[in-house]
Each structure stands twice: as structure tokens, then as C-alpha cells.
């Protein structure tokens, strides 16, 4: 049809999971493990219900608009991030926060260069404000070729560069070193560097914003944090730029509900690094029985809540990606690069969770 964008009439939707979790009801949805987006796979801090209780109460909650600055999260930002306030943004998601960044900094026909294969959403936010997408690959082990990259770079002069670190699906981690080097070489180029995975990594390059005026950090509460249905992000960059992408943001999008989530949340801090310790345990314990599995190639090394998992051939993926679905266990079939193609990308949960997984796995598959 001739009245829809133009940049949206041949554009790749980015494929979500499995939807099975929300067609059956409250009880059947306790059987079922859902690792397939890399959501926290336990509720939040007992703080954030009993909040969000005391919040509907509030009559007014449901009619009026939400609080457009909320001093307290932006101070509880501040503190966890060891940054001033005026280097904070919060925004209903990350996604959103990614959106905002490319109509702000982003023209039609300006390059974007996205190392991967990594977060297909990104790409489908660039193509559908008319950003021309460059990817550079890592390699098949997903080591990269840093001075390739770089040439890349140098070829495709792009406005804006996407790194996701620690790299989502492949778990890797770049560098703080080779990041700063890219800031260094190229200040007139939108650096991003989405770290939603930060809190099981502990890398990061928030206090460079500091220091780089094209830096842009983003990250999530979706995962270590447990607040996935309530779409809560933040950005950490420049003064200058919080403000630049503050002008376009939409502060009534941030709820109610979703304020009260994040304050009670940054107010146990101790409850979500407990459950990062928990995860990361269970991490190691399912990649050491993946890798007795015969039928497994490669678990590659992840400083993510997740593990990248390639098998002897796509039929075999197919074999265990269906045996888990039969046993009302969603992972991520992954086919967005050729790099992914035998792969499936698994979230991590509880020591409890991942037994149950590999019970499931040691079943008669091939």
C-alpha cells in the first residue's frame, strides 16, 4: 500500500519467542519454563509486589497521568551507577530508549553500522526510520577481527556504531580497551554500547561517559532486575546528549506501576545479586552437562544470563528444539545469520530450573 513509510514496505520483522506462556491460564503457566527470552526466570524482589499493592489503593493512580521526573529513581540511578543525575535518563524500555537514539541522532540514509550477528531489534529500529544497516560479523567462534572491524569503519564512515556487550546470543564480551580505542578514532560517531547483560558480566563503560561525548550506554530491567513486562530502561551518557535525547522522550510513557517496580527494586539491590550469583552458578553447572552431551558441538563461552549452544546439524537443533517445546520448555531457535543456523540460544535460570532442562536433554533425542 502506497500510504505506508517507505522504509517499512520490504523490512524483516525481528522474530519474537514462543507467545505458549500467555495462551493458558495462571496455573498451566507454572509448568511452563520459559528460557527462550532471556527474562529473569523468578519473580522480583518480594518489595516490588508488596509496592505495587500498596500503589492500587491509590485511586488517583489509574485516572491521572504519571509523575513526568521522578527525583527518587533518578537519585537510586545515580547511586547504583556511580554517575551524577544529569548523565541519567530512564525510559519505558530499552527498545524505546533505542528509538529515541536513532531519531535523534540518526538522518534517512545515514549509514549504522551493528557488529554481530546480535539483538536483531536494533536493525529493524534502524530500517524503519530509514537508517542503512552495515553489519560486520564476528567470527564463527565469535572471536573477532578487531582490525577488520576497524576497516569497516573506515569504509562505511557510519553515524552511529551498535556494540552489544556482553554480545547477545553469543554471550562474548568486548573489550573496555578496544571500545575506547573506537571512541578515541572515531569522536564524530555515535558510539552505543548495550549493556542489558551488565549485571551478570560487572564490564561496563558507564563512568566513560564522563570522559567521551559520543558515548551512549544503555541498559535494562528486564533481566537481573526480573521487570520485563514493565518496559523499564536507562541511559548513561554525556550531559549534553541526555538532554538532546531528552527532547524527543515522552516522559507520560513511564507508569505509574512501572515507577513504583523500579524504585522498590533499586531498593534491594542485594536481591538481584543474589539471583545473579544464583544464575551464574547454574551457568557453569549447565554448561558442564551440555558439553557431555554427544550431540553437542560448541557451548560457547557467555558472560550473559544465557548460553549459545551449537549442534551437529540443523536437523539435530530441530530435534532437541522440539523435544524441550514437547516438554512445555521454549528456548530460542535462532536462524537470523548463518553464523546461528545449528544453534539455539537457552536463558539461565535456577540450579533447580537447569536440572530439569538437562533431565529433558538426556532423554533418547537422536
Known amino acids: 500500500m502506497k500510504f505506508i513509510n517507505k522504509y517499512l514496505r520490504n523490512l524483516s520483522p525481528y522474530k519474537v519467542a514462543s507467545h505458549k506462556v500467555w495462551e493458558v491460564n495462571a496455573e498451566a503457566r507454572k509448568e511452563i519454563l520459559k528460557l527462550d527470552w532471556n527474562e529473569a526466570s523468578v519473580p522480583p524482589s518480594p518489595k516490588v509486589k508488596q509496592a505495587l499493592i500498596e500503589l492500587v489503593n491509590d485511586e488517583e493512580i489509574f485516572y491521572l497521568y504519571p509523575s513526568t521526573y521522578n527525583l527518587e529513581i533518578m537519585e537510586l540511578l545515580s547511586d547504583y ?13 530499552s527498545d524505546s530508549l533505542h528509538e529515541y537514539l536513532i531519531r535523534t541522532y540518526v538522518s534517512p540514509g545515514d549509514p549504522i553500522l551493528i557488529l554481530g550477528p546480535t539483538y536483531d531489534n536494533f ?59 573506537i571512541l578515541d578514532k572515531y569522536k564524530d560517531t555515535v558510539v552505543l554500547v548495550d549493556e542489558a547483560y551488565y549485571e551478570f558480566s560487572k564490564v561496563t563503560m558507564a563512568h566513560y561517559v564522563l ?33 538532546q535525547v531528552s527532547k524527543l522522550r515522552n516522559a507520560k510513557n513511564f507508569t505509574s ?40 558441538k560448541t557451548v560457547f563461552e557467555s558472560h550473559g544470563n544465557f548460553l549459545l549452544i551449537e549442534f551437529e546439524s540443523f536437523e539435530v537443533k530441530m530435534k532437541v528444539f522440539n523435544r524441550l517445546s514437547a516438554n512445555n520448555i521454549f528456548v530460542r531457535n535462532l536462524t537470523h545469520s548463518k553464523h546461528l543456523l545449528n544453534c539455539l540460544r537457552i536463558t539461565i535460570g535456577t540450579k533447580e530450573q537447569m536440572v530439569k532442562v538437562v533431565n529433558v536433554l538426556n532423554l533418547e533425542l537422536i
Open 81 to 93: 551507577c556511580q554517575l551524577p543525575k544529569e548523565n541519567i535518563q530512564y525510559f519505558a524500555s
Open 123 to 181: 536493525r529493524l529500529t534502524c530500517e524503519s526510520q530509514g537508517g542503512m544497516v552495515y553489519f560486520y560479523e564476528y567470527n564463527e567462534d565469535f572471536t573477532l577481527n578487531e582490525e577488520g572491524l576497524i576497516q569497516m569503519i573506515d569504509e562505511v564512515t557510519p553515524s552511529m556504531i551498535y556494540l552489544c556487550n556482553p554480545n547477545n546470543p553469543s554471550g562474548n564480551l568486548l573489550s573496555v580497551s578496544f571500545i575506547k580505542q
Open 211 to 243: 570522559n567521551y561525548d559520543n558515548l551512549f550506554v544503555s541498559r535494562t530491567f528486564s533481566k537481573a532486575f526480573a521487570l520485563a513486562n514493565f518496559r523499564a530502561g536507562y541511559l548513561l551518557s554525556n550531559e549534553n546528549n541526555i538532554q
Open 257 to 296: 506501576f512501572a515507577q513504583v517496580a523500579v524504585l522498590a527494586a533499586l531498593s534491594d539491590t542485594q536481591y538481584m545479586k543474589k539471583y545473579v550469583e544464583e544464575v551464574l552458578l547454574a551457568r557453569d553447572y549447565f554448561k558442564s552437562e551440555l558439553r557431555q552431551l554427544a550431540f553437542v
